[in-house]
């Protein structure tokens, strides 16, 4: 493909997108710029972006993207951190200098963790690993486009009452485990019971999204790639040491482990879902106190569920 020029106001690039149009007037379709230096992605996102509904442009590097952001208005930015002439993160840094409110997906083979930790105040909406699927980058961009009133252009004056003031704010549970299938039936039985639900196929990604999308309670598989589960655990505990976790695993003979370090609760795979469901409603039902007790009470000892008793 070739590269966007870099005149003043140059036309938007929809070489990746076939049949792209302007929008109706009836009709104004949320306009999304995805900036990556590898053609293929590019055009992958393009093509599934527009055939999602959205109207897509894309950029090679972070200077396209600022210089297409700079002369168009947009309502979602998805950008690859690794990119020639600016990266990423300094691109997000300058946008939000220029202060451009719209919400920003990080797609990236290699996530800057470090950098998300340092500067929070650059407001990710969300994060994704490459590779990444299909499903996955649809969920994010309809996730970020939700979320978009968390970075309101105007904000409410304080003695106008918010819109969605009266709206049921369901408790967020962070599924961290590599099988899919696990995630994903643990997804359908959370969201029955009116838990919103967050993803990670691994350990990093898990720290991120927790991150960027502070959960009320994590349930963290052990056996994960990148991170396994007990290295996450120690970064979200030196993040957020308040939140609370539940340990699922199959890997054997961890709960000593699980008591030493002080999680909440542990359950070995296979399974029991009454009793995990239970758990959680409890754990993040609680206040802050149950949950400093973990912190600096000795006699603490982290639930075993599944058992008589529990």
């Known amino acids: 493909m070739n590269p966007v020029s870099l005149a003043p106001a140059p036309p938007p690039d929809r070489s990746c997108v076939t049949g792209s149009s302007a929008p109706s007037v009836a ?3 949320s306009r999304i710029l995805v900036a990556d230096d590898e053609e293929g ?19 090679a590097d972070g200077e396209q993207a600022w210089d297409a952001l700079s002369h168009e208005p947009y309502d979602l930015l998805i950008t690859d951190n690794d990119m020639p002439r600016l ?14 409110q719209l919400p920003v997906i990080l797609a990236s083979g290699s996530l800057p963790t470090a950098s998300t930790l340092e500067h929070l105040q650059l407001q990710i909406s969300e994060v994704l690993l490459k590779p990444f699927t299909t499903p996955e980058l649809m969920a994010a961009v309809r996730g970020a486009l939700q979320h978009k009133a968390t970075f309101p252009d105007t ?31 643990l997804a ?31 349930l963290l598989d052990l056996n ?45 795979k296979p399974l029991n879902i009454p009793i995990l469901v239970r758990a959680i409603k409890r754990l993040t039902s609680e206040d802050e106190s149950r949950h400093m007790r973990r912190i600096t009470d000795r006699a603490f ?4 569920l599944g058992y008589t008793g529990s």
Not at 169 to 178: P, S
Not at 234 to 263: C, E, F, H, M, W
Not at 301 to 304: A, D
Request: aromatic share 6%; glycine share 6%.
């Open 301 to 304: 000892v982290t639930e075993l």
């Open 87 to 100: 990266t990423g993160m300094k691109l997000i840094e300058r946008i939000r200098q220029a202060g451009m």
């Open 155 to 185: 904000p409410l004056p304080a003695a106008v009452p918010h819109p969605n003031a009266s709206k049921i704010v369901h408790h967020r549970i962070l599924i961290a485990d590599d099988d899919a299938l696990v995630r994903g039936s």
């Open 41 to 59: 992605i590019r055009c992958l996102s393009s093509l599934v972006l527009a055939g999602g509904g959205f109207d897509v442009n894309v950029s």
């Open 224 to 268: 994960m790639p990148l991170w396994d589960g007990w290295t996450a655990f120690s970064k979200l505990d030196r993040v957020s040491p308040l939140l609370p976790v539940i340990v699922i695993t199959a890997r054997p003979n961890q709960y000593p482990r699980a008591v030493q370090l002080g999680v909440d609760a542990f359950m070995e």
């Open 188 to 218: 359908a039985v959370l969201e029955y019971e009116d838990f919103a639900v967050d993803e990670a196929q691994n350990g990093i990604e898990a720290v991120t999204r927790a991150i960027t999308h502070t959960p009320n309670l994590v």
């Open 27 to 29: 009709v104004r379709k």
